[in-house]
């Protein structure tokens, strides 16, 4: 079993910027990659940023691409996604997952709880 403990959303006017954590151990970050996805209501789970354990190479979906950062912090075993530039469709619930692989090959063995993500006025 791998913990994933997830913390950071909230409530965001559009336009404006969050970031979500992602705690886990130091040895997940070692071996395996992260990813992020997000799911809107009445829609379809989406994967939308990745980060490799190896090389921290990272992939972001082109929906998020230039306003989303996937980021990691060893000291405090915990991957950050940061969000500028809000907007209402970007309202969802986030969660983090930990691969199979140490590169982002789309097999996923552990999700977070999820965290709520809301864009209005």
């Known amino acids: 079993q791998v913990q994933l403990v997830e913390s950071g959303g909230g409530l965001v006017q559009p336009g404006g910027s969050l970031r979500l954590s992602c705690e886990t151990s130091?040895?997940?970050?070692?071996?395996?990659?992260i990813g992020w996805f997000r799911q809107a209501p009445g829609k379809g789970r989406e994967g939308i940023s990745c980060?490799?354990?190896?090389?921290?190479?990272?992939w972001y979906q082109d929906s998020v691409k230039g306003r989303f950062t996937i980021s990691k912090d060893n000291a405090k075993n915990t991957v950050y996604l940061e969000m500028n530039n809000l907007k209402p469709e970007d309202t969802a619930v986030y969660y983090c997952?930990?691969?199979?692989?140490?590169?982002?090959?789309?097999?996923?063995?552990?999700w977070g709880q999820g965290a709520q993500v809301t864009v209005s006025s």
């Open positions: 997952a930990v691969e199979h692989n140490y590169y982002c090959s789309g097999t996923w063995q552990t």
């Open positions: 130091r040895s997940i970050l070692e071996r395996y990659a």
């Open positions: 980060m490799s354990s190896r090389d921290d190479a990272t």
